[in-house]
């Protein structure tokens, strides 16, 4: 099985030690308030493990905005799993390991696809912290450098509108489903939807409902029966827009959906939005580019 460090490695990662390399060097293919920037890719275990393409797609995006992108060696779960599980003991050494491994990282930000993982390590860490002023100090000085993807895009690239529509003038169909932790702890609507509409052109289907896919980590896995009813709400919903495609920002609402999608022989495409926005960059770049 390949991972996401067999799937990067084609891409020009600068290692964290010794310093990367003076920005700009890389000629941008689109450009952005985020040329010349440097920026850390933390992918979350499920896309370190699972979706290695999914990462590779956030790095060709990244790449493709003229950023100098490092990858962190020797990272680990950043400790959700155990803090959701009610294992303090061990959230709380992961989150310490983690924060010493990304606060040594010379980056202007560290970005992650897993609204997951950033709503661990920007909000919950403080909370893990709240009676350690030192490191709760330093969990504050992480969360100010974390951001997900969709809002580095949108909201510190500033990727502009239209910047990445279909070059044939063709209009992909999708729906978008919200991921909890996106939604509701990151607060995450505006910045997929602008860059599926406003950036990529494509037509977007509202759900008729928010609702949770029935993933929530553990949840799943102890409550089987209501998370299945829940997932297939879900399918039943992005089944009535007569969409083709739903997409995420969310690993675990992917694996889950797709799942299901699998389970029931449905004819539904699941995609992280990373890789669609990749899709669009490999129309600009010429094989030798790549």
Sequence with gaps: MQTIANRISHLPFRSPSPPPSEPGQIPPVIETAASGMTVALYPGCMTAMLYPEQGE??????????????????????????????????????????????????ADYIVSPSASCVAMMAQDYLHIFRNDPAWEARAERLANRIVDFTSFLANVAKLPAGSLT???????????????QGLNALGLKAEPRYLIQEVMGDELRELG??????????????????????????????????????VSDNQGCLMHIRGGVDASGRKLKVQHIAELLAERIQERVSPRDQ
């Design 166 to 180: 279909a070059l044939d003038g063709g209009r992909r169909t999708l729906a978008y489903h919200d991921s909890c």
């Design 57 to 106: 797609a956030v790095g060709t995006v990244l790449h493709a905005l003229g950023v100098t992108m490092i990858y962190p060696e020797d990272m680990h779960c950043c400790g959700l799993i155990p803090h959701n599980s009610g294992d303090a003991k061990h959230a709380v050494t992961m989150a310490k390991r983690t924060l010493e491994r990304l606060e040594a990282i010379p």
């Design 209 to 246: 409902e928010v609702l949770c896919c029935g993933f929530g980590g553990s949840f799943s896995l102890e409550y089987p029966v209501i998370s299945e009813r829940l997932m297939n709400r879900k399918l039943a919903n992005v089944e009535a827009t007569e969409a083709p495609l739903v």
